[in-house]
């Protein structure tokens, strides 16, 4: 406690404000349950300092003892004695006796204490990646669940990291053909299971509408709604654009729809409006990146609607654009909102 009387030397101006502040303290500390000789003890050997030897920097001194570093318990201080009573052993003998001339510099250092063991900055779950059964007897999404940790695409793999059941909700999920081994991404806020019901409805009851590419493909030949699985790739607790934006994301990162850039990579220039068919969705623009005019319209166009061709769903989209930096970095999304198998 004396250092804390210390403290009030460095603003000390004369005796009588230093007294007045120390008897402040001294009232302080006997509050707080101080014993009044340590109390006084240390008002007294701050008095006994004066105010420029309390100002001066203190130098640290260079040793060459060895530090003896343990953590703080009051048990412990016995081996502060047991390492001093002993040391003349390793100072004594002829093969130590140069590495401990010195008795070694005993320090503790602080235990834990409960804002360590209590307080954290996240939570963290021991939860197992993967998507798994929710147990309900009736649940239809179950049988078709895949316990995959690893999507494959086209360009990369993805991991997952994150644990599902049925019952998650706002996730972004991959349906996968176990024949042909095609992957479809999907996005959805409500319960997984809800959502791939739809899918699987659609699929037994043979639904070809062209806004249904899932239920489209296992309407194949040779497939059926038995191909389908279904697992969790990412839980995403923002609003619905989001977690449309991370579906694109992932989109992009599996590759689906590359083939676009490379047949679409070399165009400078259009006159006009650019006609697409392509059967994947469409995850950016950058398969644009050498168009540099078009022309003449002034003003973006945009239509897009399914085709249908030799049994297979196109995506008819036009377009047209002034400046093609300018939206180099806008996601295809905001023109089409769809989704669709790699064809």
Known sequence: MNLRFSHLLDNRSDDTDFNNKCEEMCQFFKKRGYPDSAVTTGKHRAQEIDRETALQTSQDKETDRIPFTHTYHPQNLAIKNVILKNFKILRNDPETKHMFSLPPLISFKRDKNLGNLLVRSAFKFNDQPGTFTCKRTRCKTCP??????????????????????????????????????????????????????????????????????????????????????????????GNTESRKNL?????????????????????????????????????????????????????????????????????LVEFALVSFSRYQNMSVRYFIDTQGFIL
């Open 144 to 237: 078709f669940l895949s316990n995959t940790v690893k999507i494959s695409g086209p360009n990369r793999s993805v991991k997952v990291t994150d644990h599902f059941t049925c019952i998650s909700t706002n996730v972004i999920y991959c349906i996968t053909c176990t024949l042909c081994k095609k992957i479809c991404i999907g996005e959805t806020g409500r319960r997984l299971a809800d959502r791939f019901r739809e899918h699987l409805r659609d699929a037994e009851q043979n639904n070809t509408d062209a806004s249904k590419p899932v239920a489209r493909h296992f309407n194949l030949p040779s497939h059926s709604h038995h191909n389908m699985t279904i697992c969790g790739l990412s839980l995403h607790h």
């Open 247 to 315: 579906e694109q994301k992932f989109i992009f990162q599996l590759g689906i729809g590359t083939r676009l850039d490379e047949k679409l990579g070399k165009i400078e220039k259009v006159k006009g409006y650019i006609l697409i068919r392509e059967s994947s969705s469409l995850t950016s623009l950058n398969f644009l990146k050498n168009l540099k005019e078009i022309s003449p319209r002034p003003n973006i166009f945009v239509k897009g609607q399914f085709e249908v061709y030799n049994d297979r769903m196109f995506l």
